[in-house]
């Protein structure tokens, strides 16, 4: 038998591809297109079609997809953010495809389970929350991805730092979504920033145009207002990072996803509203690290692949 | 060997005695004065008096206190609620005064694992409060307590409900503590209820006396500003379960502790708040189950210190 997988993380714009070893060793890798509305059939066709094109005979394929899902099924109960995608049979398609034992997973879960292994992180207790147009997250417990009763455990992006405050994309308000999923940076950038500086202006002549890379960029250049929007993303962040420390009590907080490559413009506000903690214990020895690794998705989801039994 | 252990249940006013077997039977039971102040040394001697005046020889004991328990060492690194206790070596000196093996246990620990055992939850994923004059939590994961990277998981009465709101005993603001604990509920009294009704004065002629158990009484009997207590606190405890929920995903949340004696008048605003998530999945089939059990913290440090590895 072939100790290797396909890790397929698929986002709203791309899908990454990945065939790995079972010791996480990256053999192919690819990316095709999302094309959300094309449809999921079409989806799981191209993917197989750029699979067999590696001539590889994988023993499982493992597909990280963004939303509510339903791992038994092998299906996907509900998602914001591909519209039409809901209910489709992948795990049945892929298998049907490939010839592969498949699972499908959540895309935060495969992320941070991907993080976990590639860092070798020794801590058996781990919060991962990834930060992208979305804020998802994952929890190590005891060594092992814990998924919950129905496997939505680690929802951290919705829940709540602001009671009545922004509407979320999931329906909610006030969820941590709103204020540090990428959608929420923009909107306190357009909050804070209501004249953009001469500086700000040249690295983003449109300001529709804005992102947390260019809010980055403005911030390491001095921008007093993009300094102030990750203040207050960073407060927000560390609020959320509160409640799941005193729930969870980790010993590392790992920081994932495009948005932690702001480094110490989040890290800094977090620690802050950490260390601020008058109850000291769990926040005293915690670890904070951040890695926006881009292929942890495709990495976990090929290992959660190979882990699971047959 | 005998399979007998005794639970201590130390609150501020009590301490609960049993002698309890490894099935969870109650052998012996008795009651104490806490007597905080004349410190933990008298407090071990006087439960030590107690528990060899019962002649038998249990094989260990298990002690339940409120704060944050250094199981490790068998001590308690910080306690709001019992000054002056902390940094005693219990373990150490139930263990001289008694000849047992001794485990140290945060009291909402014991309490939820106590009240598991008890009602023989198949669930192996429960969230448990303990609605007391604090709040505290208990977390059972894949069937086990979960104690964390220090102990501290489970300090649900910490997470925040309400930014910037409230002065909680912690020191912090806002916490879910601060409005569900029993100090918390007549905060909420005292700015609902300005001016008591002949009902309420009735039952309380002494509004400075007035108690988690008279508003029950009182908003059973139709007194609408305790109607609205209830209300007000159910919905911030639904506020503090749905971040809970979204984080651990479990099957069944426990409400413990005096304060779940108001039952109906507090389950049915907390349904209320998580049934009206957008993000349906984790709630749909999630059981909100009420105990006010109070032997349950005895029971459960008993059966800790039977389960804990000799």
């Not at 795990?91 to 389970?113: H, I, K, Q, S």
């Not at 814990?146 to 509407?167: C, F, I, K, N, Q």
């Not at 979320?168 to 357009?190: D, F, K, M, P």
Request: net charge positive; with cysteine.
């Amino acid at each position: 038998m072939s100790a290797v997988a396909i890790g397929v993380d698929a986002g709203g714009t791309f899908v990454k591809l990945a065939a790995v070893s079972i010791s996480g060793r990256f053999i192919k890798e690819a990316q095709v297109p999302s094309l959300p509305r094309l449809g999921p059939a079409a989806f799981v066709a191209r993917v197989a079609r750029e699979v067999r094109s590696w001539n590889l005979r994988p023993s499982a394929l493992g597909l990280a997809l963004a939303g509510d899902v339903d791992s038994d099924k092998g299906t996907l109960r509900f998602t914001p953010n591909l519209k039409g995608w809901g209910g489709f049979p992948y795990r049945a398609a892929f298998t049907r495809a490939l010839g592969v034992r498949a699972v499908v997973e959540n895309d935060a879960n495969a992320a941070v389970w991907g993080a976990y292994r590639r860092l070798q992180l020794r801590s058996s207790r781990v919060v991962g929350v990834t930060l992208g147009t979305g804020v998802g997250g994952g929890l190590i417990v005891e060594g092992k991805l814990y998924r919950g009763a129905t496997g939505s455990a680690g929802e951290v992006g919705h829940t709540v730092v602001e009671p009545g405050g922004r509407l979320c994309h999931c329906g909610a308000r006030g969820c941590l979504e709103a204020y540090c999923g990428s959608y929420g940076i923009l909107n306190t950038a357009r909050e804070l920033i209501k004249r953009p500086s001469p500086g700000l202006k040249r690295l983003c002549p449109d300001i529709a145009e804005l992102s947390p890379a260019i809010l980055s960029a403005a911030a390491h250049a001095g921008d007093k207002g993009a300094r102030a929007v990750w203040e207050r993303t960073g407060t927000w962040l560390g609020r959320g990072l509160v409640n799941l420390i005193l729930t969870l009590n980790p010993e590392v907080v790992l920081l994932l996803g495009g948005v932690s490559r702001a480094g110490e413009l989040l890290s800094k506000p977090v620690r802050r509203v950490l260390d601020a903690q008058p109850f000291k214990t769990p926040f005293k020895k915690l670890a904070v690290r951040l890695t926006a690794d881009p292929t942890a998705g495709c990495l976990g989801a090929a290992l959660l692949a190979l882990e699971a039994r047959g």
